[in-house]
């Protein structure tokens, strides 16, 4: 019942939009070429998936996303456990980090071209970075608020110091990192797609480079729309991911 009920509310939510969106352009008696109007879009996204452009750029971007995200998860989760139960560690990285962290990922894209040269790399980098701080932020934070009565039970039973991290605390500090994998995912997928506008050949935002340069707004609308809905569908799936290891932890 749940589930018919969200089913509707996005139903609903796209008629609003679509009807704002045709409203304005009524209203502002804007030209289609200027703002293209919600039916030549939808023909744009036909256009794009008939002749496989969509998904040729769509499958370029999520591969990089999946190799970039994924591998930030790994380091930052790891990294947040150890450094959460370091405080004088910490209390050295932390500038840095604090330094580092507001730094958008796309100004490092000169030195990461350099180094990485031109390809899938660059694109790759600048998702990592973009993902790794709210992780690793969020993992630090949780790890330091774990609860003293299971670091007391986990002393009790005299539990070594890695099985304390695997058994213990990173099950405990779960749900907390889970809210860092949600902005990271959001955060990972705009600079994966800023990075593609200005770095490389292929994939999603390239793909708006490319149908702005041609002059055809439906495609740019098109992508801009297919974007969004990707991100959206990605943000769920580290939900259900989430939902599936909370059940094996007895959360759910």
């Known amino acids: 019942m749940i589930k018919y009920k969200n089913f509707i509310n996005v139903i609903i939510g796209f008629a609003i939009l679509i009807t704002l969106w045709q409203l304005i352009i009524f209203i502002g008696k804007y030209d289609s070429a200027l703002f293209p109007s919600p039916i030549q879009v939808w023909d744009g996204i036909l256009s794009l998936i008939k002749d496989g452009t969509l998904f040729e750029h769509f499958q370029v ?17 790891i990294l947040g456990l150890i450094f959460g139960r370091i405080p004088l560690l910490w209390g050295v990285i932390d500038p840095i980090i604090q330094i580092l962290r507001p730094v958008s990922p796309i100004a490092w894209s000169p030195f990461i071209v350099l180094w990485f040269g031109i390809g899938n790399m660059p ?32 002393q009790n039973f005299e539990i070594k110091k890695f099985e304390l991290l695997r058994k213990i605390i990173f099950p405990a500090t779960f749900p907390y990192i889970a809210n860092g994998l949600h902005i990271a995912v959001g955060t990972a997928w705009i600079f994966l797609v800023a990075g593609e506008m200005v770095g490389t050949q292929s994939g999603l935002g390239y793909l708006v480079v490319d149908a702005r340069n041609s002059m055809r707004l439906d495609l740019v609308m098109a992508a801009i729309l297919f974007i969004g809905v990707s991100g959206l569908l990605l943000d769920k799936a580290v939900g259900l991911i989430e939902n599936w290891i909370n059940r094996i932890w007895g959360r759910a």
């Open 61 to 77: 971007s999520i591969m990089r996303f999946l190799a970039g995200y994924l591998s930030a998860v790994v380091l930052a989760i």
């Open 123 to 154: 694109a790759i980098v600048i998702i990592f970075i973009a993902a790794f701080f709210p992780v690793l932020l969020s993992t630090v934070s949780a790890v330091k608020n774990v609860d003293k009565i299971y670091l007391k039970v986990a």
